[in-house]
């Protein structure tokens, strides 16, 4: 009984060292790879220009399209606050208080509503939020912004 369980623990062990082993070894042959680099910016260049181009401001002028452009952010924005992607759900809340007619109630309700790094988070977002709205309804594009 002693023997088996001696050797449990060295299989173990083993199947360890080796597993680390592979690790290492993956992870050096991807960082060697001359296009490794090249590819890591391409998704993070695609990732940004997929959470940049989700949001369309709609026609100020028209209320429907103004109301159902807040609704459709606030539920994206809490939606992707509660999956844990703090960012992306922070982008579609300050589109949201940035078309809302009554701004600092709404702020009101998301500052009893979210933890205080997120409301933080959003507060600071605001100011992009309102340069997109302006430059949408100026016709500016929005790599002039940044």
């Known amino acids: 009984m002693l023997l088996s369980k001696n050797a449990m623990i060295a299989a173990g062990m083993a199947a360890?060292?080796?597993?680390?082993?592979?690790?290492?070894y993956f992870d050096k042959?991807?960082?060697?790879?001359?296009n490794y680099k090249k590819m890591l910016k391409e998704?993070?260049?695609q990732k940004k220009s997929k959470t940049g181009s989700a949001t369309v401001i709609p026609n100020l002028n028209n209320y429907e399209e103004v109301q159902k452009f807040f609704l459709e952010e606030v539920r994206l924005g809490e939606e992707l606050l509660a999956n844990g992607d703090l960012e992306d759900g922070?982008?579609?809340?300050?589109?949201a208080v940035a078309?809302?007619?009554q701004p600092q109630q709404l702020l009101?309700?998301?500052?009893?509503?979210l933890p205080a790094p997120v409301f933080h988070l959003l507060l600071?977002?605001?100011?992009?939020?309102?340069q997109r709205l302006l430059a949408s309804s100026s016709g500016i594009q929005e790599e002039e912004l940044e």
């Open 108 to 113: 009101a309700v998301l500052q009893q509503s």
């Open 16 to 24: 360890g060292t080796f597993f680390i082993g592979y690790c290492v």
């Open 29 to 34: 042959k991807r960082r060697s790879d001359p």
């Open 90 to 95: 922070v982008v579609h809340l300050s589109n």
């Open 99 to 101: 078309v809302c007619g």
């Open 124 to 130: 600071q977002r605001l100011p992009l939020a309102g």
């Open 43 to 45: 998704k993070r260049k």
